[in-house]
Nanobody
Framework: QVQLVESGGGLVQAGESLRLSCAASGRTFSSYNMGWFRQVPGKERESVAAISGSGSVTYYAGFVKGRFTISRDNAKNTVYLQMNSLKPEDTAVYFC?????????????WGQGTQVTVSS
């Protein structure tokens, strides 16, 4: 069982940055691929980025390439999403996920989500 807790969301203006964090419980964190997803009301949850267990392989959705960076610190059981040059359309609830399968959309475990709001 893996428990995930996101933090770092908030309200920012367009062009600013935020860093989301996702802290995971358990002693086998490095064996899990980790992902970030986002969802707005009335729409399906969409994949934003993913990172392999070792951190050597990453995936990004086309709409965030060059602006967002996913990383992980296996010693701290934490995965990060650095979001730069934020746009109003990035406004969503962002979810952290973990999974041993389903690359690049690991979805075995989910966090509760953190709200990101970008004003124009």
């Amino acid at each position: 069982q893996v428990q995930l807790v996101e933090s770092g969301g908030g309200l920012v203006q367009a062009g600013e940055s935020l860093r989301l964090s996702c802290a995971a419980s358990g002693r086998t964190f490095s064996s899990y691929n980790m992902g970030w997803f986002r969802q707005v009301p009335g729409k399906e949850r969409e994949s934003v980025a993913a990172i392999s267990g070792s951190g050597s392989v990453t995936y990004y959705a086309g709409f965030v390439k060059g602006r967002f960076t996913i990383s992980r610190d296996n010693a701290k059981n934490t995965v990060y999403l650095q979001m730069n040059s934020l746009k109003p359309e990035d406004t969503a609830v962002y979810f952290c996920s973990a999974g041993r399968t389903g690359w690049p959309r690991p979805g075995e475990y989910w966090g509760q989500g953190t709200q990101v709001t970008v004003s124009s």
